[in-house]
């Protein structure tokens, strides 16, 4: 079992950065593939990042590439999402996720892929 704690949530003006946190406990919670997704009011939830268990590899959606990147330190259990010149439309609850990497697809950019998942942390970009 593996437990997922996100952080750094908040409002922030557009043009602005945020770095979010997940933070891992558990059993080998390190060695998970992770992922970061986002659901915004009336819409589904939203893949937005991906990164090995190794952190070697990444995966973004269009949206965000070029403005988000996810980063691990495995000797703190944590996963990163520093995002960049934000907009409004990044405007969401922005989730975090993990999945054993034996078995599972490279890149997993659907939610149920993943076996384990946080409870959240909103995000408001506005001016």
């Known amino acids: 079992q593996v437990q997922l704690v996100e952080s750094g949530g908040g409002l922030v003006l557009p043009g602005g950065s945020l770095r979010l946190s997940c933070a891992a406990s558990?059993?080998?919670?390190?060695?998970?593939?992770m992922g970061w997704f986002r659901q915004a009011p009336g819409k589904e939830r939203e893949f937005v990042a991906a990164?090995?268990?190794?952190?070697?590899?990444?995966y973004y959606s269009d949206s965000v590439k070029g403005r988000f990147t996810i980063s691990r330190d495995n000797a703190k259990n944590t996963v990163y999402l520093q995002m960049n010149t934000l907009k409004p439309e990044d405007t969401a609850v922005y989730y975090c996720?993990?999945?054993?990497?034996?078995?599972?697809?490279?890149?997993?950019?659907?939610?149920?892929?993943?076996?384990?998942w946080g409870q959240g942390t909103q995000v408001t970009v506005s001016s």
């Open positions: 996720a993990a999945v054993p990497p034996y078995g599972s697809k490279w890149p997993e950019v659907q939610g149920y892929g993943y076996r384990y």
């Open positions: 558990g059993r080998t919670s390190s060695n998970y593939n």
């Open positions: 990164i090995t268990w190794t952190g070697d590899s990444t």
